[in-house]
């Protein structure tokens, strides 16, 4: 008789339509800023004229940024994403325990903690999905699936920030991102939120549809 006790698996696909929504809520999200920036850039070319005195860029990653009203949309957006998805992904990864299968190497709390380690979670996160979603699937595969990869990479893409801050005379400064950066890096989050929509309604069914033991 086996000393491996199993627990009632958690049922994904409540938790798995929120996260939906919630991604659902960034992509239009990103759709907003990139229409912003082109609002801006069209004002630009007709608006101020007083001479400029100073220009400053700045470049990087950044999750969280409070530049203006759109900005704060897009951070609200991005927080609430980040809550229910490590919410999904842990009861997900906690399946596995319950189940008693002890095939996955990434433990329950790398789920979370993963997501807040400077520079290792530029990689902890998307191999921790990967291994989910790849020992979710059907045929259990070992390898990491392109999907979660394609969805990594076009993450990391939206995070990326270039903005250009510009003092005109009179002391007035205005700080805006360029067209192209903005349709980039915005174009990349509309398509990791499909992505990522993709990947949690696929490990959603197939560990819901997975027996109890």
Do not use: C
């Amino acid at each position: 008789m086996s000393d491996v006790r199993t627990a009632t698996p958690h049922r994904l696909q409540t938790i798995g339509w929120i996260v939906v929504a919630a991604l659902a809520a960034v992509g239009l999200a990103h759709l907003f800023a990139m229409l912003d920036a082109v609002r801006d850039a069209e004002t630009g070319e007709t608006g101020e004229t007083r001479r400029i005195v100073a220009t400053e860029t700045n470049i990087g990653l950044s999750v969280f940024s409070t530049v203006d009203t759109v900005s704060t949309i897009l951070n609200t957006a991005r927080l609430l994403v980040l809550v229910v998805f490590i919410t999904w992904l842990y009861l997900a990864r906690d399946n596995f325990d319950r189940r008693a299968d002890d095939n996955v190497n990434w433990r329950k709390g790398w789920t979370i903690g993963g997501w807040f380690i400077p520079l290792a979670n530029l990689v902890i996160p998307n191999l921790v999905v990967g291994e989910i979603y790849a020992r979710s699937s059907p045929d259990r595969t070992w390898t990491s699936p392109r999907l979660v990869n394609a969805w990594w990479i076009a993450l990391l893409v939206s995070l990326f920030t270039y903005t250009e801050t510009t003092t005109r005379a009179g002391g007035a400064t205005e700080v805006h991102t360029p067209v192209f950066v903005a349709a980039v890096s915005g174009g990349a989050g509309v398509l990791a939120a499909v992505l990522a929509a993709v990947l949690v309604r696929r490990v959603s069914t197939w560990q819901d549809t997975k027996p109890a033991g």
